[in-house]
């Protein structure tokens, strides 16, 4: 089918107008229709997915779209659009987690409903349009398109504190994607003919202007992913924003970040890259030792997740940088499962504070007693978190940790990162849900509906553990085409 | 007839017509809002004139050792006279009662006169009488709220300042006069590239370049002939702050265009570098400062200093560039939309509420939807956020910048954009996030709404589809 790729970015972005207005007459008709739409998305996401899978294409562009002149006085502004190995995975994952996070709305959110669906789907394309632009103003400006809805998320429907983590968030983001823009300006200005489009600039930058821009590049992906400096944003962002909101942002908006260094960093700048391979390294590390330490001395089960998501996200770089088969694929894979697992978790401290009207980890005791379904889902979820081999996140940590051990053997200390997050999710666990209740406290525990969407997110992280080579297959590839450019072939 | 032989008959016409209709229909017609009509007649019948000559081949004016009848020209009068229709469109709300509602009009379509003659003229004298001919109407309105003492201050203080410009430019024509011994462009531009090798002469030849720069510096809104602006713009009825922020403002460029980048091209050594220190100034400080307001008026004077400096990033690295006028030009036509557009919304706001303090914008969106809506519209334009117009100006600016050999400007000026974030975005958040005691919603008057949605298209369409009005930007600087 022609025009797949358009058809999934624009879908979305369109059918906000209609649901805005429908929305207008019934908040919850504008909750089916949006539901509606993004299966609808969804069941053309996976269609897509298995044409790569069937084929086995996933090192080159699929469905590529353009390029089409977009701003004929500038060469190189292209409307560019294709689907290869390491995008494919990213969007069945947006188009995945649009689904759970319409369904998980419905009971959370009870105010000017019509607006909040209209910009989930507008959120839902335009992030499907940023993994699969091929031309890089295409992708800073759906990068940029990303942000705003997530202004509006965050201010709107979002806890007490929201306008200060709103702000935070938009400057935050906004100076970093500035700072991206630069550096793109910077390939445009000094290499000849002038071009945005990724494909033609694979090999065509010297390697001082690959440092420069990996620079700028790394500063505004890093906000993104994030590393560690530039990473205070997002516990507020998370604290404030309903949990269905931080579902998108753990899931979708962090992915963005890891990305791009995949994408950007690892397979433009290569050499550039590949001499300061270990820099990216150290940083990966350093986020990931952060969010885990810090992690363990959280109060707050959300705030506790938030940086749990820093220690995960730090993966997809120690893999990525690692220049080998093995790790680039385990850094996308980790990508795909954290995005399911770490849904599930915002999802579930979203019900738990809704019910027990409190975050607050010594606040919540007795869990498997009062709200045994809910309990019960929590440890699922954290054991997905936690890379317990019962769902695919084992997988993926393995094969980062194997291939940053290949490059050098003291990257072996990110072995102790699963250490430290097993021991913060198990006093977790034992503080809440294996503690005694407390006397006559009475919650409502989930409806089976409700269980039933909560499942939801560990089917598919279930089915690869068993079948990883569902993503594996279209990922390797891609990656295999990243580690030839990583070592200068 | 040529172009511009018309356009000065259309446009006196209607300003001298315009008093007097006035005075014979008062009685007849109820609301007074007649003059209004008639003048966003003259002014889109002009509009339409200059648009459809620019897909033609142009005739050559009638003097044409006075006037060039060039792209350039048919670019920035479109640009003005576009600004020129919004106001008149906006003010047949805001001045609706006012009894000198007829002399109203006619100085805004002498305004427009005077701003369509400047982006033709090419010979000194021509540009400083065009350039009277658009600014004393200006003070005058400024003051139109006559019994509003901020009226009178602004107009008092813009006027005096106004004064002080001319006085430097004339000045500056009468050293370039001596020097090369005629007021054409053409003969400056090959006189001075003789002269700049002359030791006695060619310090004679940079005083008068840097009096032009502070002459037009006065109504382009650049650091350090700023200070005016801010006080101009909150005293002046919010219709007429955005004729001088997004119309007479732009005069100052095209001016600035012809008599530097064209004329003076031989001294370029010393302008660029002074041009470009102008442009970090401007933009750092109008951002800044922009930050601290508490008044929309003070905030968009501001902004509209800072977004000059952006455009001075244009002049800057003309010479060493080819995208820098182009980006310059993209960008005047651009601020010209976005900030009539942010103008109109304030003046919405002003008119329906009667206060233009910030706090006043809390909750707005969900009081006045569209106006808040096409307010933050304009906000992110202004912004530079893609995908909206001032994006694009801003993107062709800043890759001239580091094509041109100055990449600090370009760093200084995404440094900006960020900075200007921390008060569009504050303002937004106000709208959206914050909460107004007591909000009822609160009508939206047609006419100022039907300005700022024809804005607010503009923003967008431009934002999606910008090839045309860079296409033409470039063919406009290739007509000079």
Excluded: C
Aim: charged letters at 10%.
């Amino acid at each position: 089918m022609a025009f797949l790729i358009s058809v999934l970015i624009f879908i979305p972005i369109l059918a906000a107008i209609p649901t805005f207005l429908i929305g207008r007459r019934k908040g919850v008709y504008a909750n089916r229709f949006s539901l509606a739409v993004s299966v609808v998305i969804l069941a053309l996401s996976l269609y897509t997915y298995a044409g790569i899978l069937r084929a086995g294409s996933g090192a080159e562009f699929n469905l590529v779209e353009g390029p089409i002149p977009w701003v004929t006085g500038l060469r190189g502004i292209d409307y560019y659009v294709g689907m290869d190995g390491l995008s494919a995975p990213l969007v069945i994952l947006s188009a995945f987690l649009t689904v759970l996070v319409i369904i998980g709305s419905g009971r959370l959110i009870k105010e000017r409903e019509g607006l909040y669906y209209a910009v989930v789907l507008f959120f839902e394309g335009s992030i499907i349009g940023f993994f699969t632009s091929l031309n890089l103003i295409l992708f800073y400006v759906f990068f940029e398109l990303v942000l705003i809805p997530m202004f509006f998320f965050i201010g709107i429907w979002g806890g007490p504190n929201r306008k200060y983590a709103a702000f935070k968030f938009l400057l935050f983001t906004f100076a970093g994607s500035t700072i991206i823009l630069l550096g793109f300006f910077g390939l445009y200005a000094f290499i000849s003919p002038p071009t945005f489009n990724i494909t033609e600039l694979v090999g065509r930058i010297p390697l001082w202007l690959q440092i420069l821009a990996s620079i700028a590049a790394f500063i505004g992906f890093g906000v993104k992913l994030p590393i560690v400096p530039l990473h205070t944003w997002l516990p507020d962002a998370h604290v404030e924003a309903p949990a269905p909101i931080s579902v998108f942002l753990a899931g979708l908006l962090l992915k963005m970040g890891g990305y791009g260094f995949l994408r950007i960093n690892l397979g433009l700048f290569p050499d550039a890259s590949r001499q300061f391979a270990w820099v990216y390294i150290l940083f990966g590390l350093l986020t990931m030792f952060y969010g885990a330490i810090v992690a363990v001395t959280q109060k707050d089960l959300k705030r506790m997740i938030a940086l749990t998501s820093i220690n995960h996200m730090g993966f997809v770089l120690l893999g990525g940088f690692t220049g080998n088969q093995i790790g680039i694929s385990g850094a996308v894979f980790q990508m795909f499962n954290h995005g399911v697992a770490i849904g599930l978790l915002f999802m579930l401290s979203g019900f738990i504070h809704e019910q027990a009207g409190t975050r607050e980890i010594p606040g919540l005791k007795g869990l498997r007693v009062t709200m045994p379904r809910t309990a019960i889902l929590l440890i699922m979820g954290s054991m997905a978190a936690m890379g317990v081999p019962i769902f695919s996140n084992f997988i993926s940590e393995f094969m980062v940790i194997v291939g940053a051990i290949a490059v050098d053997v003291r990257y072996a200390v990110a072995i102790l990162i699963p250490i430290i997050t097993v021991a913060y999710f198990l006093l977790v666990l034992r503080r809440s849900v294996l503690s005694p209740p407390v006397e006559g406290v009475k919650h409502h525990d989930m409806t089976p509906s409700t269980t039933t969407a909560m499942l939801l997110y560990l089917v598919p992280l279930f089915i690869l553990l068993a079948f990883p080579s569902l993503i594996l297959d279209v990922v390797n590839p891609a990656s295999a085409v990243l580690v030839r450019t990583f070592a200068g072939v | 007839m040529d172009l511009l032989s018309n356009l000065i008959i259309l446009l006196a016409g209607g300003a001298l017509a315009l008093p007097g209709i006035d005075f014979a229909f008062k009685r007849r017609v109820p609301g007074g809002r007649l003059p209004g009509y008639v003048a966003v007649a003259v002014l889109v019948a002009s509009s339409l004139l200059v648009g459809f000559s620019a897909t033609r081949t142009l005739e050559p004016a009638f003097a044409s050792n006075l006037f060039r009848v060039d792209l350039l020209g048919v670019l920035f009068s479109l640009a003005v006279l576009l600004v020129s229709v919004f106001v008149a469109i906006a003010s047949l709300d805001y001045v609706e009662r006012d009894p000198n509602i007829g002399v109203y009009y006619s100085l805004l379509i002498f305004t427009a006169l005077g701003m369509v003659i400047l982006a033709f003229a090419v010979d000194l004298l021509v540009i400083f009488v065009a350039w009277e001919l658009m600014s004393l109407p200006t003070y005058v309105l400024a003051g139109f709220s006559k019994r509003d003492p901020s009226s009178n201050e602004a107009s008092i203080k813009y006027f005096l300042v106004g004064a002080l410009g001319s006085g430097l430019i004339l000045y500056a024509i009468s050293l370039t006069y001596g020097l090369v011994g005629s007021t054409g462009l053409a003969e400056t531009f090959s006189a001075l590239t003789r002269i700049i090798s002359e030791k006695e002469l060619a310090p004679l030849a940079v005083l008068s370049l840097a009096l032009f720069i502070g002459g037009f510096g006065f109504k382009m809104a650049i650091v350090p002939f700023h200070m005016w602006i801010p006080d101009a713009y909150q005293g002046a009825p919010t219709t007429v702050s955005t004729l001088l922020a997004a119309g007479t403002k732009k005069a100052g460029f095209v001016a600035a265009i012809r008599v530097l980048v064209i004329a003076m091209t031989a001294l370029r050594a010393d302008w660029t570098i002074t041009l470009a220190l102008l442009a970090v100034l401007t933009m750092t400080l109008g951002n800044i400062a922009a930050l601290t307001q508490r008044s929309i008026t003070r905030l968009l004077a501001y902004s509209s200093i800072a977004q000059a400096g952006f455009i001075v990033i244009g002049l800057a690295v003309a010479p060493t560039s080819s995208l820098g006028l182009v980006g310059a030009l993209f960008h005047v036509l651009n601020h010209a939309i976005m900030k009539s557009a942010a103008f109109i919304a304030a003046a919405i706001v002003i008119f329906k509420t009667g206060r233009e303090d910030l706090a006043n914008f809390n909750g707005l969106g969900r009081r006045m939807p569209f106006t808040a809506f096409a307010l933050t519209i304009s906000m992110l334009a202004l912004a530079g956020v893609p995908p909206l117009n001032g994006f694009w100006s801003k993107f062709v600016l800043f890759t001239a910048a580091i094509q041109g050999g100055l990449p600090w400007l370009a760093v200084a000026g995404i440094l900006n954009s960020i900075l200007s974030l921390g008060y569009y975005g504050w303002l937004i958040k106000r709208m959206y996030l914050d909460d107004f005691e007591g909000a009822v919603r609160i009508r939206e008057p047609a006419n100022l709404s039907a300005a700022l949605g024809i804005g607010l298209v503009l923003i967008i369409v431009i934002g999606v589809y910008p090839t045309p009005v860079i296409e033409l930007a470039r063919n406009a600087v290739l007509s000079t």
